[in-house]
């Protein structure tokens, strides 16, 4: 580990490694079933009068095998908290403008429909809509960026006017398509299809008090302001103002605001935009829009106002508008806004209360994920919770700071005895840090190198309870409670420096200035360095034995196993959870991000290129075995399996189903069987070869054999892999 | 043209060439709407006394959109033929055992189910079943080998007893199929999934003529005897026996036969057998089996009996056993056998009836390519048809060879003046002898050289009438209407070479003795090579421009086509239809096929292999525009559209629907406004190309545009291509 810009690590985990006895508590061991059943995804509604808290957890049932809504009551006198109710879905709780209630969307067997809650639990139908359009990755069903089973949908969307005298929402209808032949580019999108493309029309109406309706626009479904927003709806005295994609033959990606007016019951258009829509612009208490810009040191929070001006509230440790934070709200008198943050060292979510030109951040040892505030600010709540501490609420009194625990969220996870956990970061030899976090193994002794478990995913490692954002299938407090070092490592983060900012836009945006070698480089390349860096870390401290490291990742974390496994020798087990990006195969499903990274296609001279970074064209170089867990079944993922096969590299390929043959499992897996057998998966694959062990708890017996007979045809190609050999 | 086993080609066309005008008949030109309604499929059966005959054929119905299947009834003394019904399926016409009727599978609205026909021309339900499953290729249908548009199966195959007492039928059952982790293999069969896999259980039952039913087995859909064949019945006095195809875990390949009683009402085996079951095994009028053998000169009619004893026929240029030939009969005193031939040079269908130990051919210059004949093989009905001529009924009496037309099946073909056409072999620098045809220039002028086009596909040029098999959306006839010189050119046969069929055996068995490089010359540059010395040959005849030379190809013709592009400068362009073989992309699919061409995957060492043949990563070599016409979205083919267009080549993608955006168009279309649409595309992408042309009749607005502005971009890499530089 070299570079300058070294902080705290070792210094750091040293300290608490030897104090981690100390801080053990008393308490029972993680199991599998911990980790599925963690509740995740609060959304939290005070009420009007501020006497309850209504709010929604997603949460894994075991009996039934699926992840479902629930629904809760908070006394915030009695601290009593009541489940009202189960639906496999629920969200858009919203406290009703009149009343002590609230509204939400359920599905309780007829589609998402629109119902009350009132303040002693009761739920009633509100609105219903005919549920005709299937949303999810199923045949027959509307593709959505989400996870969870396919359902079908009533309503959309909802919002109250704020004098709760007129309902705005979104329906689907299906929209039966005309089939024609279809040309070039619209041929080559249909590369990678796995159903037929279904499509519907997202109607954005509005409903008097009196149940008078009209139909404000009528869009397609790839609008993705009126599908995914409901139109971003912001009330104003003359009426509702909402935003729509305009995408056609003439104008590629137009914004179009509009205005619809109580008085004409009718729109008009206000403005058109380009670029893609920024939902939640953040607004300022100087009525500017608030940015955080800067990289590392010189990170700032600014707020531009309409004139130009712009207010610096100077330097932070922190940036606003990730999408993890715990969400953002502007004081009914426009005076005091309070922001979700998350931190650059040490990840973790906390506010920042901006008034005037003060900031004054709120943040803590742990993270706040979720909150509702009150109008004036004065108090809210929240859900706090770290990677040593299961979610529970407190309450929070942003003007001086206080934070109190009101009560626990799963009280099943409190009584799980804390590991050990420290924050990091590490240096690599270019000068780039990475974030993160150790848990340590649950007897940690100083005297013993441990094999040790490298899991990546983007930045989702940071003070979250055991998330599935971050640790996927891949049961972190379970390989710590079997005696490995687990690494929870990020990439190294963009903000730290303007290259690698450059890079990612770069990536996102197709090829630019740096170019495909440079990008290769600083997106790849650089995290591999870090991962063989930290570990070379490790191992000069005599913490981590350099024969069993392993590695996995999901996703973007996928990615960098794969890459890890073909271009550094120092890996000896990898699980890599449903991806495909960088191959051959993958080819013209994002074809900018492609032609930045290698060019080209991969053909002609570009095939050199991709011989350089595609895991499937490198499989021989693979020092470890690799197991693939998916989804669906991506031919990118199945020729790096099939290539490492050939290569007599050790490595399996499994495919995690769907509720039926004709649906996947999503890319978060949502039913619990498979999550709990996908662990189950990873522990073996690991004990296996990083340990030598046959896992008894591992239900597919014919797998050891199918392993032992790879192990022995395998001869790494590689210097140091020895893993084999030992068999 | 070099080697010396030419034969007759030049000379008889030259000969033939100068007396064009004088054999062609006065009539109308060539539409496209006449190639699409050409009547093909036939199938013919004889009332028992001989009195009139039922034939069925599929055509496509304009006004509907949709290929139909049409019953007719000729009565044989008036030779008056009646229509009886159109429907979208009908198919398994049978004569009744008993009486003077049919019975046939038919889709009237329910699904297929048996019906029976009489001599009066009415249709009865016989036998109906709950249609529950649908075949076809859709979301939701079973997969099976056949064109068409999906449909639902109530009766799947039926059979009677020699004595009329026992009906023998095949139904479907949906098979309600568990979700569960699949790994490894049944990951990679996924590869290239584009619609859930639906399985259901093939029942056979037999029925008694009081209505008593008896379960005589339940087998998985994927028994290719249970659900192509029935069970492969055959009838003895003690019951019937079938056969099934048995893979379980134990025994991959093993068929098994069985027999169930009439007494006992059960089955029992009877034997076990291994390899793919040979259907249609030929019986000889000596008790034996009969094959072809030998190569060439050498190839040889033999009968092999039960003792192992062989007789010999004697050489013949033909040989049994082609499906797409007439059929096969065995007299009722098992003393004559009546077999469908193909021919090896002039490729057309006959009739070879065998005695003892004396073979008869019935060849004539027109193809019979579908027959029934009396039980005593006295004479019989068959269709006649030719490339120059339209399908007709012709009375063939086997034992004096006498052919007699009785009735045209399609007069709207008959009014067609027909195109001049000629036979050819021939042979390349490497003295393999392609053979096929030249429909020559309607008005054909010696002292003019003429813009040609090759059209490819294995074996299938030969004397049928506007074939689909052959020209599929190529409208040959068209083309020559338009004042080009169409070659209709088969792959060299392997019938004519030990070390050429090999080839095939190796490519379709997995890697052999000859090896990859071998097999890539002999199998796809050997084709080439066919190509271009041809071309010279007519060349230097002064008969074609070689600056103005294209090839289309589908499925095969489609690897012949890309090949060809990428590796030949003589041609100008291309038109290539739903193929994806020999691309990166389709690597997995039929994967022992792909390690004997390439050694192995597309990674590692094997990827220069690839290299050397897949046209995607030789794109930039590509000499000329190419259009690739699509029934599904295949990765490959849009992996070679997206190479050619990053080289800049001149290239296009269209992709053809199916019914909805669920249903894909067939490999052989089946929608009439496709295959119309597409022939347009066909005969204004050529005029473009190779003549400068903006046919007018092209729906598609917009392609001269964007093909000119592609001419503009282009810059040839090849030394010959001109053809943008006169843009």
Redesign the interface.
């Known amino acids: 580990m070299t570079g300058s810009i070294r902080l705290l690590p070792l210094l750091l985990f040293v300290s608490l490694g030897n104090g981690g006895p100390a801080v053990a508590k008393e308490g029972r061991r993680w199991t599998v079933e911990d980790v599925v059943t963690v509740p995740a995804d609060f959304d939290l509604s005070l009420a009007n009068d501020g006497k309850s808290l209504a709010y929604l957890e997603r949460r894994a049932d075991l009996e039934k095998n699926e992840t479902v809504s629930i629904l809760h009551l908070l006394d915030l006198r009695s601290r009593v908290s009541r489940e009202i109710l189960r639906a496999p879905s629920a969200e858009q709780l919203r406290p009703l403008p009149k009343g002590k209630g609230w509204s939400l969307l359920l599905d309780r067997g007829v589609g998402l429909q629109l119902y009350a809650l009132d303040a002693e639990g009761t739920i009633k139908p509100l609105l219903g809509r005919d549920a005709k359009v299937t949303v999810g990755q199923t ?2 069903g509307l593709f959505a960026v989400r996870s969870g089973a396919p359902r079908r949908i009533g309503i959309l969307y909802h919002d109250w006017s704020p004098d709760g005298l007129w309902l705005w929402y979104a329906t689907l209808k299906p929209r039966s ?1 005309p ?6 580019d ?3 999108g ?9 499509k519907a029309i997202v109607e954005l109406r509005l409903r008097s008090a009196i149940g008078e309706e009209w139909l404000v626009a009528s869009r397609p479904s790839s609008d993705r302001l009126a599908f995914y927003f409901g139109g971003n709806v912001e009330w104003t005295e003359e009426g509702p103002r909402y935003q729509l994609e305009q995408s056609d033959a003439e104008r590629t990606e137009g914004i179009g605001t509009f205005a619809w007016s109580f008085a004409t019951k009718a729109s008009r258009p206000i403005e058109e935009s380009f670029g893609f829509p920024a939902i939640g612009l953040l607004r300022g208490p100087n009525g500017g829009t608030l940015a955080s810009e800067g990289f590392g040191s010189a990170l700032a929070l600014t707020e531009t106002r309409t004139d130009g001006r712009k207010i610096r509230y100077g330097g932070q440790p922190y940036y606003i508008g990730d999408p993890r934070s715990a969400g953002n709200w502007l004081s009914a008198d426009g005076r005091t806004a309070l922001l979700g943050v998350r931190t650059l060292s040490h990840p973790r979510y906390g506010l920042v209360m901006l008034t005037s030109r003060r900031a004054k951040p709120l943040i803590h040892s742990s993270s706040l994920t979720a909150c509702d505030f009150r109008k004036d600010l004065a108090w809210g709540i929240c859900v706090e919770e770290g990677l040593n501490q299961a979610p529970h609420l407190v309450q929070v009194a942003p003007h001086d700071g206080r934070v109190q625990t009101l009560a626990p969220l799963s009280s099943a996870h409190e009584s799980i005895a804390p590991l050990h956990v420290t924050p990091h970061q590490w240096t690599n030899r270019l000068g780039y840090r990475s974030t993160g976090f150790i848990i340590w193994p649950r007897d940690y002794q100083a005297s013993s190198r441990y094999p040790a478990i490298i899991i990546t995913h983007g930045s989702d490692a940071d003070e979250r309870f055991a998330s599935a954002d971050m640790q996927w299938n891949y049961p972190a407090q379970l390989f710590a409670e079997r005696g490995y070092l687990v690494i929870l490592m990020n990439d190294p983060s963009a903000r730290q420096q303007a290259d690698l900012w450059n890079a990612y836009m770069e990536w996102s945006g197709g090829p630019g200035t740096l170019g495909p070698a440079k990008l290769r480089e600083l997106i790849w390349l650089n995290g591999v360095y870090s991962f063989e860096d930290a570990i070379a870390e490790l191992t000069s401290e005599g913490i981590v034995d350099p024969d069993r490291i392993g590695i996995a990742g999901y996703s973007r974390g996928s990615q960098m196993v794969n890459v890890a496994m073909t271009q550094s020798d120092i890996l000896r087990a990898a699980s890599s959870g449903d991806g495909n990006y960088l191959e ?2 993958s ?2 499903d994002p074809k900018d991000g492609y032609h930045a990274v290698f060019g ?8 050199d290129a991709y ?1 350089q970074l595609s895991p ?5 170089k693979a020092c470890g075995p690799i197991l693939q867990q ?1 989804a669906s ?1 991506f ?1 990118g993922a ?2 790096f ?3 490492l096969r ?2 007599k590299v050790p490595a ?11 649906t996947d499992e999503t890319h978060l897996f949502h039913i619990p069987s ?1 999550r709990l ?1 996908a662990m189950r998966e990873n522990l073996a694959w690991f004990d296996f070869w990083l340990r030598d062990r046959r896992d008894p708890e591992l239900d ?1 017996r014919g797998a050891f054999d ?1 392993w032992s007979k790879m192990a022995k045809q395998w001869k790494p190609g590689c210097t140091r892999a020895l893993g084999a050999e030992r068999r």
Request: hydrophobic share 35%.
């Open positions: 045949e027959g398509e089939v024609d032949v279809s040309v070039d619209a041929v080559v249909q590369r990678n299809r796995r159903r037929a493309p279904v051959p195969a080819y013209s080209g296609p991969p053909s002609g001279n570009y095939l011989r499937s064209l490198r499989a021989d998916m079944p031919a199945i020729d399996y099939a290539a050939e290569a399996q390929i499994s495919l995690y189903p769907g509720e039926t043959t004709a498979n057998r597919d199918r």
